[in-house]
């Protein structure tokens, strides 16, 4: 412990009296001191930022709460987005089969098979009828005509 400054002033250190040791310089002259320290009180007249605080957590709060709501929403968009997807493959695949199915059944074979099952026969000689070119007369007679078939039988659909 050391002693009181105005001890140290008044006394003589050593063999040398009245000169400043080279190694520590002369002590200040004792001043009159108006502060001290108060703990565990803040200085009167500046309170802690206690509305500062609040605000600064509250929006933090406040972005970390809509970033969440962010992920949560881009999250089931991409769920929504997926089922979609899996329904459009799955609509793709049945228009497939069903224009497969479409081509079975329009299959001339397949439309002669049929007519033969019915009871359809092939006619021997066909026969066209075309209106005639006189568009005066009232009751048009048809002329016909009778030609062999051109194409094999069940060839002739679309």
Request: without cysteine.
């Amino acid at each position: 412990m050391t002693p009181p400054r105005s001890a140290v002033a008044g006394a003589v250190v050593g063999h040398r009296a009245g000169i400043a040791s080279p190694r520590r310089p002369a002590p200040a002259p004792d001043r009159p001191r108006h502060l001290e320290v108060v703990r565990g009180r803040p200085a009167p007249g500046r309170r802690p930022p206690r509305a500062l605080t609040a605000a600064a957590v509250g929006i933090t709060l406040g972005v970390v709460l809509v970033i969440v709501v962010a992920r949560v929403l881009i999250g089931q968009a991409g769920f929504a987005e997926s089922g979609i997807e899996d329904r459009i493959f799955d609509a793709r695949r049945a228009a497939e089969r069903l224009e497969l199915e479409v081509a079975q059944l329009r299959s001339p074979q397949r439309i002669y098979d049929l007519a033969i099952q019915l009871g359809l026969v092939v006619p021997d000689q066909i026969t066209f009828l075309t209106p005639s070119s006189s568009a005066s007369s009232s009751s048009p007679a048809p002329t016909v005509s009778s030609n062999e078939p051109t194409a094999p039988p069940g060839r002739g659909g679309r």
